[in-house]
């Protein structure tokens, strides 16, 4: 029984004194392994982290789905509310109403009723000069500021028979369609026109397969409506998150092939320079077994080592260019260490297998006798 304690402290000793003989190549590879696994954990890290802030960067842009009533027909109360429901938790739903109204001198404009206070959290892309808040105040596209309040004072619209005076509380530029429209509350708008909400804009919230998944719940409780999503952001989104993962995994894996070449030449030379040593421990008996658990030790030591040092340098370099780069914190993902360490000693490990080889065939009395 005091047998395995007593080889066990003899084969840690080997490898400390291994370590200690042989600084120069150790410190060499310790150093390519430090880079990768720092290089991996910056990269791993600014991806999950920026995944999620670019997410949230393409909130910004507005719906990321849409649903529409069927031509001509508004939206029910009970769809209204099942709708809201159904987003609870995964996003923002907004519901638009539209109607094309007549100004003082009889030209047509296009008049759309929501909550103002929601449509600015679903558009905070907008360029708005500044939001109405009460009822009778309009948020005027630029060019709808231009037919109906020329001279900044209050205006009036109609529509089949019915009118509403208005005062502009601010105007909008987008530099699409909402620059010619005006924007009501929906109940000013339903005092206008008598109408309710025949759109809902939905910015749902979460990854790619997430909306799909709340897309696919929407057509399934809402059949007779048309629920599809805004192709520009979702594709754009999908675009951009899959290049982002791409550039990052394969510099990652670029960095990583080189420190596995790295590795492996140091370990060549390595056993090649104590090829010696190791010819007098398989004439004393040491099998090839013991010989290449030598080896792999002192590899997985060293992997570990490079593990925790490049993880930690990984993790700074990663906050440093999310602060230069992104002008946001990136936080610490330090479930991410488990693989790093992994592959350090996947890396490690097979990069000894070569080695391995060249010392199953050496042979004792040669390298001994010097040839």
């Known amino acids: 029984m005091s047998r395995r304690p007593h080889k066990r402290s003899m084969f840690l000793r080997m490898l400390a004194r291994a370590a200690v003989l042989r600084k120069r190549s150790a410190h060499a590879a310790l150093l390519a392994i430090v880079v990768a696994a720092a290089a991996a954990t910056a990269m791993l890290n600014l ?120 005062s502009s509380a601010g105007t909008l530029q987008t530099g699409a369609s909402e620059d010619s429209r005006i924007y009501l509350f929906l109940s000013d708008f339903h005092q206008l026109t008598g109408l309710k909400p025949s759109v809902v804009e939905i910015s749902a919230e979460g990854s790619q397969s997430q909306v799909t998944s709340l897309l696919q719940a929407l057509r399934t409780a809402f059949p007779n409506l048309d629920v599809r999503p805004v192709r520009q952001i979702a594709e754009g989104e999908a675009n951009v998150l899959g290049k982002t993962r791409s550039t990052l995994l394969a510099s990652s894996a670029l960095i990583v092939c080189t420190a596995a070449l790295c590795v492996l030449a140091t370990l060549m030379g390595w056993v090649f320079d104590r090829r010696r040593d190791f010819a007098i421990m398989k004439a004393l008996g040491a099998s090839d077994r013991l010989i290449a658990l030598f080896v792999a030790g002192e590899a997985a030591v060293l992997g570990s080592a490079g593990a925790v040092l490049g993880f930690s340098a990984g993790i700074g370099i990663a906050a440093w260019i999310g602060r230069a780069n992104f002008h946001a914190s990136v936080s610490p993902r330090f479930e991410l260490f488990p693989p790093v360490l992994a592959g350090c000693l996947l890396v490690t490990i097979f990069s000894t297998i070569p080695p391995l080889r060249l010392l199953r065939r050496i042979q004792p009395a040669m390298i001994l006798r010097g040839e």
């Open 47 to 166: 991806f999950s982290d920026v995944q999620g802030k670019l997410h949230r960067e393409f909130r910004n842009f507005g719906a990321n789905i849409v649903v529409n009533a069927p031509e001509g027909k508004a939206l029910t109360e009970q769809e209204l509310n099942g709708i809201e429901a159904a987003v609870d938790g995964h996003g923002l739903a907004v519901p638009f109403a539209y109607a094309v109204t007549r100004t003082e001198h009889d030209q047509p404009i296009v008049v759309a009723g929501t909550e103002l206070d929601l449509a600015r959290r679903l558009n905070p892309w907008w360029s708005v000069s500044s939001w109405p808040h009460a009822s009778g105040q309009a948020l005027l596209g630029v060019r709808a500021a231009r037919l109906v309040f020329p001279d900044g004072k209050p205006f009036n619209l109609r529509y089949q028979g019915r009118g509403i005076q208005l």
